[in-house]
């Protein structure tokens, strides 16, 4: 059973940064496709970022890019999202996720792309 606890998260001024992780279960970062989602209240979840099991590609929402990197640590069992210069419209639920396949397609990531989800971790960004 896969399992993933996020963490990190809270409340931080605009411009400034967070680091939240994503405590995963034994083997999990180096056998799954690893994502962060998040969820803007009474929004549909969307995605942010994403990493294959090997740790060799990533991909970004153009929202995000350039402002956040997705790594991983194989041996901590975790993932990383390193969140820099965060703006207001940051603010949501971050999710992680867990999925056999690196969504590698030119269409943004669906959350039915993956199989195994976090609890959240909520981050606010005050302007």
């Known amino acids: 059973q896969v399992q993933l606890v996020e963490s990190g998260g809270g409340l931080v001024q605009s411009g400034g940064s967070l680091r939240l992780s994503c405590a995963a279960s034994?083997?999990?970062?180096?056998?799954?496709?690893m994502g962060w989602f998040r969820q803007f209240s009474g929004k549909e979840r969307e995605f942010v970022a994403a990493?294959?099991?090997?740790?060799?590609?990533?991909r970004y929402a153009d929202s995000v890019k350039g402002r956040f990197t997705c790594s991983r640590d194989g041996a901590k069992n975790t993932v990383y999202l390193q969140m820099n210069s965060l703006k207001p419209e940051d603010t949501a639920v971050y999710y992680c996720?867990?999925?056999?396949?690196?969504?590698?397609?030119?269409?943004?990531?669906?959350?039915?792309?993956?199989?195994?989800w976090g609890q959240g971790t909520q981050v606010t960004v005050s302007s």
């Open positions: 996720a867990a999925g056999d396949i690196y969504p590698s397609g030119t269409a943004s990531p669906a959350p039915s792309d993956f199989d195994y």
């Open positions: 990493i294959s099991w090997s740790g060799g590609y990533t």
């Open positions: 034994e083997r999990t970062v180096v056998s799954y496709a």
